[in-house]
């Protein structure tokens, strides 16, 4: 669904991605992981087309992202950290989201399940860090999109919100969506993900489904067979 | 585009500065028609101020809009929009909203105290320098993320254009004196809107009689219906090129 091909990019003498290339199919939730300043949001962001990658190419369905937009309406975003207009209201943000994709089904679960229409006149600058990440969660589905890219979902969450964000994503699974989730939290990962793309200094050290991972380190819990192969060194 | 020029325009309107902004103009523009014996006059003593204010105005509050409006653009980014659109709207809201002001603020006054030509004249130079220093502030902002840079770029641009350049010129003019400056002079106008405005509107006033044989040269241009069609010209030209340059920024750059 979404093939990456010999992606680079750097800000100015940093360089963030070498030369990834991965293939991402539909069906699957993808949890990429790796430490900080791997280059994981960069990646998310330059299949958005908000950065713009050095040389390589992204491909959607067969065709490449690059200098288009139309494709976006197909993807639901749910960024690290939600920047909203401050003196706009949660109502606003929404029915000016809803406004732009206008031809669009509408899938307000989320609303619902936050509860947010209690708070739809409130400021966005005025709401806490989790409410703003609810709000990003019930926009970045709201649209039915066919591919869901969540940066850190969880973090800044409460465990309630964070357990209907978990079941919403596997219930979006099963309808054969494509669901990219960068998370730090690996007892999270397990529980949501089929596969794994780990990001080491902007290159891909491994790419593999959970269970060859735990089979190939004979491990019994995830967090232990990514350490593993964080300390020896991965061996295909 | 309309839909987001929409939400740029609520937000600039919730935002009080462009009604005081109006206010301030209507109450410069009928005090001194009201100061001043003769219209002329009281356009003149207009002139002057519109040249000094509107570039000043239009420039701080661009700049700041773009910058205040920077999480705006980047939740627009992620949909499916084009990143082009997304910045016209954010230009032709803050350009169309000052504009706005202006037309109320001086454009209302003009038309009950000095109806005709010049009025007119003056009027539509108002209109330009806000379009082209509006644009001036998007290519500052677009320059850098740093907001105090930015501001600082886009005050340098009205410091050299309002008051700097007049300086150069007359320097020019000094040190050169013995020669032929006149198509110079020419040139040297169409290089800054805010002179370029400021003769437009004088040489339609009875003050150009006092401006030498310069100024007998730029009557006998701008005084046709085809120079001063070429003065605009040129105008447009002080808006499309910063416009398209910024654009061209803002498309390629990582939010």
Redesign the interface.
Same mark, same amino acid.
């Given at each position: 669904m979404i093939t990456i091909e010999n992606l680079y990019k750097s800000?100015g003498k940093l360089q963030v991605l070498r030369n990834v290339s991965v293939e991402l199919g539909k069906g699957k939730v993808i949890s990429i992981i790796g430490p900080n300043g791997s280059g994981k949001t960069t990646m998310s962001?330059c299949i958005?087309?908000?950065?713009?990658p050095d040389s390589g190419d992204i491909r959607f369905n067969g065709e490449s992202v690059l200098k288009k937009?139309?494709?976006?309406?197909q993807?639901g975003?749910m960024?690290q950290i939600g920047?909203?207009?401050?003196?706009?209201k949660i109502r606003q943000?929404i029915e000016?989201?809803r /406004?732009?994709?206008k031809d669009a089904a509408v899938d307000d679960e989320l609303i619902g399940l936050y509860r947010l229409e209690e708070m739809y006149e409130k400021r966005m600058g005025a709401l806490s860090g989790g409410t703003k990440q609810k709000v990003s969660a019930a926009l970045a589905f709201m649209f039915d999109p066919q591919v869901l890219i969540l940066d850190e979902p969880t973090a800044g969450l409460d465990p309630f919100a964070a357990e209907i964000l978990k079941g919403k994503i596997l219930k979006e699974k099963k309808k054969g969506k494509l669901i990219l989730i960068t998370s730090h939290v690996m007892s999270e990962v397990e529980e949501v993900a089929d596969e794994v793309l780990c990001l080491v200094d902007g290159s891909v050290m491994f790419y593999e489904t959970i269970s060859d991972l735990k089979a190939q380190t004979q491990e019994t819990r995830l967090s232990r067979a990514v350490a593993k192969i964080m300390n020896e060194g991965y061996k295909p | 585009m309309n839909?987001?020029i929409k939400?740029v325009l609520y /937000?600039i309107i919730?935002n009080k500065i462009i009604v005081a902004y109006t206010l301030f103009l209507l109450l410069l523009s009928i005090g001194l028609f009201n100061l001043g014996g003769s219209p002329d006059k009281g356009l003149l003593s207009l002139l002057n101020l519109v040249l000094l204010t509107v570039p000043l105005i239009s420039i701080v509050f661009g700049t700041t809009h773009f910058y205040n409006?920077?999480?705006?653009m980047?939740?627009?980014?992620?949909?499916?929009?084009?990143?082009s659109k997304i910045f016209m709207s954010e230009y032709l809201g803050v350009s169309l909203s000052l504009s706005a002001a202006f037309m109320i603020g001086v454009g209302v006054p003009v038309l009950l105290f000095a109806p005709g030509a010049t009025g007119l004249y003056l009027v539509l130079t108002g209109v330009f320098i806000t379009f082209i220093f509006v644009a001036l502030a998007f290519l500052a902002s677009v320059i850098t993320r740093d907001k105090a840079k930015g501001i600082g770029i886009a005050l340098l641009l009205w410091f050299y254009f309002a008051l700097i350049y007049d300086g150069l010129v007359l320097f020019i003019l000094y040190s050169f004196g013995d020669y032929p400056l006149e198509y110079a002079t020419l040139v040297l106008t169409a290089l800054n809107p805010v002179d370029l405005g400021r003769v437009l509107v004088l040489l339609n006033l009875d003050v150009s009689a006092m401006m030498g044989y310069t100024g007998a040269l730029y009557k006998s241009i701008f005084g046709s219906l085809w120079g001063i069609g070429i003065a605009f010209a040129v105008m447009v030209l002080w808006v499309l090129v910063p416009v398209l340059a910024s654009r061209r920024i803002f498309k390629?750059? /990582?939010?």
């Open positions: 800000y962001k958005l087309g908000m950065v713009l937009y139309a494709y976006r309406s993807i975003y960024p920047k909203y207009p401050e003196n706009m943000v000016m989201i /406004d732009i994709r | 839909k987001i939400y /937000d919730r409006s920077y999480e705006f980047e939740l627009l980014v992620s949909q499916p929009i084009r990143r390629r750059r /990582d939010m």
